[in-house]
């Protein structure tokens, strides 16, 4: 399977700095997202030091299978969900070192979203409110569910989605890097077919547009995510701009 990538971060409307960060690395089949969060620029170095930290473990573990594990094996999902999986974990850990190393990191966190592709099919992990969708036939389907305070509102009926795209609490994380040690990880893999297009944005994107203005312009870019990336952040700016925007689509090939 063949896949071209698109990648791009914008600071958006209201924010001085890009505190997102991002992976392309199609030799390794990684692709990651991370939204830092923290003041005087620690949320720029939570999210490197995440996505430096994933690529590094995701690196060393291609091809060897003979490396420990530092977290263990979670037996239930497969080798290169694994690698994902502790390579998020491995990144964690190395934030939680830079925060205990200066006091000027401390509280600092990000978000991360990733996707590891082995052949046809596509590990995808995600820890707070960075969001992975899969554009198939003409159908856009969230794949990830945030950890986020507004989404636990909204599966227990207490607001509807509508409410919570203006909620003021909208932001809060309840799940992140640079929070505990123990970090849980959502892991699963799906099997790609030729036209999909997976999408990994940080809440920049989420939080100015909705999923059918997303679906919308995946439709009208013709399968140019070229064309579809860009769309995306002009129309997160023109909705406010209010965080900084980074999408990241891949389109599989035969």
Excluded at 182 to 201: F, S, T, W
Aim: proline share 2%.
């Amino acid at each position: 399977m063949k896949i071209t990538s698109e990648a791009l971060s914008d600071v958006g409307r209201k924010r001085k700095g890009n505190e997102d960060a991002h992976a392309v690395n199609p030799e390794q089949g990684l692709y990651v997202v991370a939204d830092g969060m923290g003041g005087h620029a620690a949320g720029e170095v939570a999210s490197r030091i995440a996505v430096e930290g994933i690529e590094e473990f995701v690196t060393l573990t291609a091809g060897n299978q003979e490396i420990t594990w530092p977290f263990g094996l979670d037996e239930t999902i497969s080798y290169d969900g694994n690698r994902l999986k502790t390579a998020i974990r491995h990144a964690n850990r190395r934030v939680l070192e830079a925060t205990r190393e200066s006091a000027e990191l401390e509280g600092m966190a990000t978000t991360v979203a990733a996707v590891l592709i082995e052949g046809e099919v596509a590990h995808l992990a995600h820890v707070g409110d960075s969001r992975i969708y899969r554009w198939s036939d003409d159908e856009l389907t969230l794949l990830t569910s945030d950890h986020s305070w507004v989404n636990e509102q909204i599966q227990t009926g207490v607001i509807s989605p509508e409410q919570a795209r203006s909620h003021p609490l909208r932001n809060v994380v309840t799940r992140a890097l640079g929070g505990r040690a123990d970090l849980l990880v959502d892991v699963q893999a799906l099997r790609m077919k030729e036209g999909d297009i997976l999408l990994l944005c940080s809440d920049g994107l989420t939080t100015m547009i909705s999923d059918e203005e997303i679906a919308g312009t995946l439709r009208s870019s013709g399968g140019d995510i070229g064309r579809a990336a860009q769309a995306l952040v002009d129309e997160a700016n023109e909705h406010g701009g209010e965080d900084n925007i980074t999408v990241v689509l891949m389109k599989f090939e035969e």
